[in-house]
């Protein structure tokens, strides 16, 4: 089992910049790939970005290339979203996630994800 508890949410105005936290506990951080969605009210959850298990590879959805950027810290057992130039279609609640299994194939499909936090509120003003 991994445990995942999201922080770092708030309210902002846009423009603003937010740092999202994910701490992990249970079995290995290390091993799993791991990925940020977001869900929007009365809407879908989106992917938002991930990143391989030695985090040397990432993805983004196109909405926010170039804007957040995910990374992790495997000594702190800890996977970050730094949000920058945020908009009011940024607000969402947001969730980390981590892969099925250990090392396994990971991408932009939440089916991929087996482990998922209690997600964080992200609320951008105009």
């Known amino acids: 089992q991994v445990q995942l508890v999201e922080s770092g949410g708030g309210l902002v105005q846009a423009g603003a910049s937010l740092t999202l936290s994910c701490v992990a506990s249970g079995r290995t951080f290390s091993s799993y790939a791991m990925g940020w969605f977001r869900q929007a009210p009365e809407k879908e959850r989106k992917f938002v970005a991930a990143?391989?298990?030695?985090?040397?590879?990432?993805m983004y959805a196109d909405s926010v290339k170039g804007r957040f950027t995910i990374s992790r810290d495997n000594a702190k057992n800890t996977l970050y979203l730094h949000l920058n130039s945020l908009k009011p279609e940024d607000t969402a609640v947001y969730y980390c996630?981590?892969?099925?299994?250990?090392?396994?194939?990971?991408?932009?499909?939440?089916?991929?994800?087996?482990?998922w936090g209690q997600g964080t509120q992200v609320t951008v003003s105009s």
């Open positions: 996630a981590a892969a099925r299994f250990p090392c396994s194939p990971w991408g932009v499909s939440s089916s991929q994800y087996g482990y």
């Open positions: 990143i391989g298990w030695i985090g040397g590879s990432t």
